[in-house]
């Protein structure tokens, strides 16, 4: 009789510890806890700052390098290679533009506009991406590999699209642009010239 009483004991303890296990496993799976996948918490956007742009932006490269940052040590090597997505685009800063700039003389309208530079140059963070990290045995991470990497990497497009003709492309653009616009506003004789 003890040894049922000891045996129905022990079936008692391990089924209250099953239903524990299991309730603690659906409330978990309830709230997303212990799932894998990490909470996201939505908080208010603020706005910092606004500011105003004047600028054309005539043209926009989109190019793609492959970077590879290598840090090696006598003791194991870091190494890291991306492949980079990037977008540069050049264009015409209006807020250059002096009353002197413009001239009208009945539907013949003068516009000199500044010469075009490059306005920006990013990565595109979704078409980015890491092909390959490795670290050495005797190394730990470096967590700056990959930031140096994408410096790098905005560093030489920024080389590359002043090397492709951007800033001609760029400027040819703009004035197209300009003359379609005026001469839809009414101008007959349009003149677009850099300085």
């Known amino acids: 009789m003890g040894w049922l009483l000891v045996g129905a004991g022990g079936f008692l303890l391990l089924a209250l510890v099953g239903i524990g296990v299991m309730g603690g496993w659906m409330l978990a799976r309830g709230t997303g806890v212990g799932t894998g996948t990490p909470a996201i918490s939505d908080t208010p956007t603020l706005v910092r700052q606004i500011q105003g742009l004047n600028q054309l932006v005539s043209v926009k490269y989109v190019l793609e390098k492959i970077v590879i940052v290598e840090d090696a040590k006598w003791y194991g090597d870091n190494r890291l290679l991306m492949v980079a997505h990037g977008v540069a685009k050049a264009g015409v800063d209006l807020s250059r533009i002096q009353p002197g700039d413009v001239g009208i003389r009945g539907k013949s309208i003068h516009l000199t506009l500044p010469r ?8 595109d963070d979704r078409r980015t991406q890491i092909v390959e990290r490795s670290t050495g045995a005797l190394r730990a991470f470096d967590k700056d590999l990959e930031q140096d990497a994408r ?6 497009i920024k080389v590359a ?10 400027e040819e653009r703009a004035r197209l642009h300009l003359t379609s616009l005026l001469t839809q506003s009414g101008f007959a004789e349009v003149e677009v010239a850099f300085r």
Do not use: E, F, M, T
């Open 116 to 123: 075009p530079q490059i306005l920006d140059v990013y990565l």
């Open 151 to 156: 410096r790098q990497a905005v560093d030489s």
């Open 161 to 170: 699209v002043r090397d492709s003709g951007i800033l001609k492309d760029a």
